[in-house]
């Protein structure tokens, strides 16, 4: 038998044991987290290759980590440009394997649209944060998978929306959330360019091609973000001049989309010609965005005479700087899932008012 003083010793002596094991344990975590986020790239075309590698020199907050590629003559080049280990570098077979490897923290899915929820899916299942590119993906019941693999794994899911970290966009944002210049009652927002390529995923309905699955979501958003408001119907027209080429899909499309209040946006995008404007008219004056979109940087102006030409040293990199930065701390992304699901949700009601030769609701 025990008595009451040794009860009490024991029982003081294994509360100081649980104290300092968790002390210990809390120092651990403190030692273990990062200063920087290893991020694996999947999928090396153009704008991996040209644009986010160059970009994640430039970051602050993360660094390139790995690669996921199908071609071995790709991965041994990006191993001796970018210094990358061997342990690094997957191929789509051996994806899953990633969820052992704790260099890697974040996984940038930059493929076509058809293979997005495939590869955000797997990574959330491996225990990796995700950023997608846009468009999130073809059907909005894939980026509700997308969305739930990532809440079901406690992982963080982020579109690329590059513009919305933007400081210029962020600015006619606010012009908007303040009434700075009344209320929107107009938004003309046209992007495109002329696409020679012949043979492109762009070009292939299976992959998710279609200027809706590319250009599209750039008016798309912008119409969104200017406004406020989800829309809640869309009148479209989809067309081509290429009609060898887009056999399978549109090489431009136009949509109306009609907002709560009475707000209007009209939207183009194409791979036929070259279009980059945005232009926000108010009740009590306008603003616009001349390009609205490029990698270049952003220039626009108010009717009041304010030049909106604020600089930004690279806008891959303050994205996902801004994005990591919300994973290490646990705060909100900018731009989540539900972001790029609220604009598939749109998408497809544009393809439903084409094959249908009306106005939808959505």
């Not at 006619?172 to 360019?193: H, P, S």
């Not at 081509?240 to 907002?259: G, N, Q």
């Not at 290490?328 to 749109?346: C, F, H, Q, S, Y």
Request: glycine share 8%; aromatic share 8%; charged share 25%.
């Amino acid at each position: 038998m025990i008595n009451r003083r040794k009860f009490l010793q024991q029982t003081a002596t294994t509360a100081v044991g649980v104290i300092i094991s968790q002390a210990s344990f809390s120092n651990i975590l403190i030692q273990k987290k990062k200063e920087k986020l290893g991020v694996a790239l999947v999928g090396l075309g153009y704008y991996s290759t040209d644009l986010l590698a160059p970009a994640l020199q430039l970051t602050k907050n993360c660094y390139l980590a790995g690669i996921v590629t199908g071609t071995p003559s790709k991965a041994e080049t990006w191993k001796k440009k970018h210094n990358l280990s061997d342990k690094n570098i997957y191929n789509y077979q051996n994806f899953d394997s990633i969820a052992n490897n704790p260099d890697i923290d974040v996984v940038y899915v930059v493929l076509p649209p058809s293979m997005h929820a495939e590869y955000t899916i797997r990574a959330a299942k491996a225990g990796k944060h995700v950023w997608c590119e846009k468009p999130m993906a073809v059907t909005e019941a894939e980026c509700k998978s997308m969305i739930d693999a990532c809440a079901k794994n406690k992982v963080k899911l982020s579109i690329g929306y590059r513009m919305q970290h933007e400081p210029n966009t962020q600015r006619i944002v606010q012009f908007r959330k303040d009434l700075t210049y009344g209320k929107v009652i107009k938004v003309e927002v046209a992007a495109g360019y002329f696409d020679g390529r012949t043979d492109h995923w762009k070009q292939k309905k299976s992959m998710g091609g279609g200027v809706m699955g590319d250009m599209g979501v750039y008016p798309l958003n912008a119409a969104r973000y200017s406004v406020g408001l989800e829309p809640i119907a869309v009148t479209a027209q989809a067309s081509t001049t290429r009609p060898e080429i887009y056999k399978e899909v549109e090489e431009t499309m136009k949509f109306d989309l009609e907002f709560p209040g009475g707000a209007m946006a009209s939207c183009e995008a194409s791979f036929g010609k070259g279009m980059n404007d945005l232009m926000v008219t108010c009740s009590k004056g306008w603003y616009k965005l001349s390009p609205f979109q490029a990698y270049n940087g952003i220039n626009g102006e108010t009717s009041d005479g304010i030049r909106l030409n604020a600089p930004i040293n690279n806008e891959q990199a303050t994205q996902m700087d801004d994005d990591a930065l919300a994973i290490m701390n646990n705060t909100a992304l900018i731009a989540p899932g539900e972001e790029g699901l609220k604009d598939i949700r749109v998408v497809e009601a544009v393809y439903r008012s084409v094959a249908q030769k009306k106005r939808v609701t959505i």
